[in-house]
């Protein structure tokens, strides 16, 4: 049974910082780049960070850029995403995301909320 579990968020006051983690379970980890996602009401799901499947690359949105750092542990089928001076307007709910490359197979977490606010 294929699981991705999300873990780490909660309420934080402006500047803060939070890490969020998604543990994976039922495929292979290793071969999957790895993305975290977020979505605020009444707004579009937004790309906030992709990793690759060695963990070499990254890749970022311009509104989390220097802020934000994602990464992952293949031995222990996890992904993180470190969010340092939080904005209110990064209140979403964060969602992990795993997709293979070259194969049209992919997978979601349910979401962790994240809410920063004075």
């Known amino acids: 049974q294929v699981q991705l579990v999300e873990s780490g968020g909660g309420l934080v006051h402006p500047g803060e910082s939070l890490r969020l983690s998604c543990a994976a379970s039922g495929f292979t980890f290793r071969l999957f780049h790895m993305r975290w996602y977020r979505q605020a009401p009444g707004k579009e799901r937004e790309l906030v960070a992709t990793i690759t499947t060695d963990g070499i690359f990254t890749n970022y949105a311009d509104s989390v850029k220097g802020r934000f750092t994602i990464s992952r542990d293949n031995a222990k089928n996890t992904v993180y995403l470190q969010m340092n001076s939080l904005k209110p307007e990064d209140t979403a709910v964060y969602l992990c995301?795993?997709?293979?490359?070259?194969?049209?197979?992919?997978?979601w977490g349910q979401g962790t909320q994240v809410t920063v606010s004075s």
């Open positions: 995301y795993a997709i293979r490359p070259s194969y049209s197979v992919n997978y």
